[in-house]
């Protein structure tokens, strides 16, 4: 296999890489999915925070899975690689194949999602002229464009400048969101509904507030997606400064961070904001936190509130770029993509074709999004391609051991065999009930057309890798006869 001089550069430092999991755990979903979650699962009412809580559990017993894996296999690709040498290279390519697909639309989706936000901004403003100017359906798709390919440029330039630009952006999305925790807990209801009877806005009470199994489930199931992204850290272990140790802190540190502040952002909007105004406003438009604190609060800080939603969304470009595209180099060092893909820039040290090439996918997000008037399945798939992933990794996790003695014995977090059998087992039955409470939910879901269930565009993805698999393969054993073997090491970056 043909190799450059250049190789990846550990330049990634402990807040860089946090910084990575934490831009893309958190992104304007923060601002919007406990709110919405009202709507799409009607019925959750009150108990919006414990099903969050709820949703934490398998999260945190696949982050644990991640950190244990990290530790024996600090390379790029950290998913694929962690499966393709644990359980076998085609559970590990057709998983982060569906991974990366469904986060690389999600990516030209969040470009283009991201402009009514500012256009928003530059309403509360009283900037109508350039609001309007936002509108416009060209304009609207070609600043969408420009963002994604601006962050995409941002990692061609490298790991030191992807740094320098997705800290100072992190620092500033908590700064922002800080504003709207001490906004909600400077209020309460009795504010609340004072404020409201100047609108004369009357509250619909069309939900009960009593629990249900089957609904807390639903709901638990959805906010688990707030914990999708922490795995960015581990496809960036090729870039990691001392990776055996900083890949296991990061993950830590960004899951941690990022369930304490969703947690508590969600708990403030909620102290000043009754659940039972939500539930009722949700039924009939879409609402996020800085509509709902509007009624509360000053047009200048409610703008201040929208700006920091779209700061938050712009968060999750960077490092989203850099996760998928380390998997397309991972697949390329291993000869399941083609190898020029994997080829480093020596300059800047990074993988540039596997950015454009999934750049190029995220492109047509955008351009779908734009042209067919609504947004692509790929936030489902993304949320059934990570479950799918996650289980991967709490069974690559339990079978590291008998598959690849060698590899196990680099695994420094989980070293007792029961240890790590509850691990692996307890993250595996939760993952497998939220797939089962996914999925029959989608199916479940009244569609005009069979292709809006994303399960069968998700399977459709899958056939897809399995086919590209099966040639790939294929043209490998006919050059490396111990090609399994082969599949039990690490690759050079």
């Not at 994303?454 to 090609?483: C, E, H, P, Q």
């Amino acid at each position: 296999m043909q190799k450059d001089d250049t190789s990846l550069s550990r330049n990634l430092g402990l807040l860089g890489l946090m910084a990575t999991g934490v831009c893309s755990m958190i992104g304007a979903s923060i601002y919007v999915i406990p709110f919405m979650i009202q709507r799409n699962v009607p019925g959750i009412g009150p108990f919006v925070l414990p099903a969050f809580l709820l949703a934490s559990i398998p999260a945190i017993f696949a982050a644990i899975s991640y950190a244990a894996l990290s530790t024996a296999m600090p390379r790029a690709g950290g998913s694929y690689l962690y499966a393709s040498r644990s359980l076998n290279p085609y559970l590990g390519f057709i998983a982060s194949f569906s991974q990366w697909f469904g986060l690389s639309v999600v990516i030209g989706v969040i470009s283009y999602v991201v402009i009514p936000f500012f256009r928003d901004f530059f309403f509360a403003l009283g900037w109508e002229n350039l609001a309007q100017t936002l509108e416009i359906g060209g304009v609207r798709m070609t600043l969408a464009l420009l963002i994604l390919w601006a962050f995409a440029a941002v990692n061609m330039l490298g790991i030191n400048f992807y740094q320098r630009t997705l800290i100072p952006l992190m620092i500033l999305m908590f700064g922002l969101g800080g504003l709207v925790i001490i906004s909600g807990f400077s209020f309460n209801h009795a504010d609340f509904n004072q404020a409201i009877s100047d609108f004369q806005i009357p509250i619909i009470f069309e939900t009960s507030g009593t629990f249900n199994i089957w609904t807390f489930m639903a709901a638990s199931a959805l906010l688990f997606s707030s914990f999708i992204g922490f795995d960015a850290i581990a496809q960036a272990g090729g870039e990691a400064k001392n990776p055996t140790k900083n890949l296991p802190r990061a993950i830590w540190l960004a899951i941690i961070v990022v369930g304490t502040f969703y947690f508590v952002f969600t708990l403030a909007v909620y102290h000043a904001v009754p659940w039972e105004f939500v539930a009722s406003e949700a039924q009939n438009k879409d609402l996020t936190a800085a509509s709902l604190l509007s009624y509360l609060l000053p047009n200048w800080l409610s703008a201040v509130i929208l700006f920091g939603a779209g700061i938050a969304l712009l968060n999750d470009l960077p490092a989203m770029i850099l996760s998928v595209s380390r998997l397309v180099f991972s697949w390329s060092e291993d000869g399941i993509f083609p190898e020029f893909i994997s080829r480093i820039n020596p300059k800047t040290k990074a993988p540039v074709r596997a950015i454009i090439l999934s750049t190029s996918v995220s492109t047509i997000g955008i351009l779908g999004s734009h042209f067919a008037g609504d947004f692509f399945l790929g936030i489902d798939i993304m949320v059934t391609a990570m479950l799918v992933n996650f289980l991967f990794m709490c069974l690559s996790l339990l079978f590291l051991p008998k598959t690849n003695p060698e590899l196990a014995e680099k695994q420094t977090i989980i070293k007792g065999k029961s240890a790590r059998a509850l691990v692996g087992s307890i993250g595996s039955l939760f993952l497998i009930c939220f797939l089962l409470i996914h999925t029959f939910k989608d199916l479940s879901s009244e569609t005009t057309h069979w292709y809006f269930h994303s399960t069968y565009v998700y399977g459709i993805v899958i056939s897809l890798a399995s086919l590209t698999f099966y040639f790939r393969w294929r043209n490998l054993k006919k050059n490396d006869l111990d090609l399994r073997n082969k599949f039990k090491t690490l690759p050079e970056h």
